[in-house]
């Protein structure tokens, strides 16, 4: 696995599949590019796929500073340099989404579309999306409360009630209180996109979910109207959309690329 040093930090990246143009997925909060998994065979065949595990996430190793919007775009571009398969399709999503917008911002040579799902511009936009996170970082010291309440905001009910209690039980191991998880909900409720968006050049597709209690939709809907001529699909579904309805996400993702 590939891993280079952007600052502070060592950044690993995974390349999955040999496909003629290069597709890179940025992680949302929590412990990295697994979450990607298995949405994988979807793109492959298309793609070269770059998966990079950022500042926070399981697999990254730094020096435990807060986080921000800037080092991890910056780790985005860095990642997409070491690669050499510039100008690539970008989608992130959740804090993902944001990063990969700044990143489009801060080197639009390097991005040929992006696609940012469930995404927004800062927190103070929103009073319960800034509650909604502060909430979940003062969980920090009951792991059990922690992983409930991530669970509970990621997904809709009907969802949850579709795949009954052992499923619903074994997420809410997925997303724990690690030191990294914290740093990126602190910067989750920090982070402000906005000097980012006026130099994004790339066309753009943004992705909202009406069923969103982590990041309401109209925060999305909000971020589609900053950045002029974004397309914009919106899915019922909860937060993690990918989950919920991957077949359909990725048909919509995949005929927005083929489109450009």
Sequence with gaps: MPTITVGTARIPYRVVGDGPDTLV????????????????????????????????????????????????????????????????????????????TAAAGRRPDQVRRLIATAGWIGAEQDEYLRLSMATWLSLADDPTAFGRYATLTAFSRGFLNRIGREAVESNTAYMQPTPGTLRHIALDLDLDLTPYLPRVQAPTLVIGCTQDATVPVENTRRLHAALPGSGYAEFDTGHIVLAEEPTAYTRTVLDFLAAA
């Design 25 to 100: 997925l940025v992680h949302g909060t929590g412990p990295g590019s697994g979450m990607w998994d298995y949405l994988l065979d979807s793109f492959t065949g298309r793609y070269t796929v770059l998966l990079p595990d950022l500042s926070g996430s399981e697999a990254a190793e730094d020096d435990g500073a807060p986080l921000t919007l800037e080092t991890l775009a910056e780790q985005v571009n860095a990642v997409i340099d070491d690669a050499g398969r510039g100008p690539v399709d970008l989608l992130g999503f959740s804090l993902g989404a944001v990063v990969a």
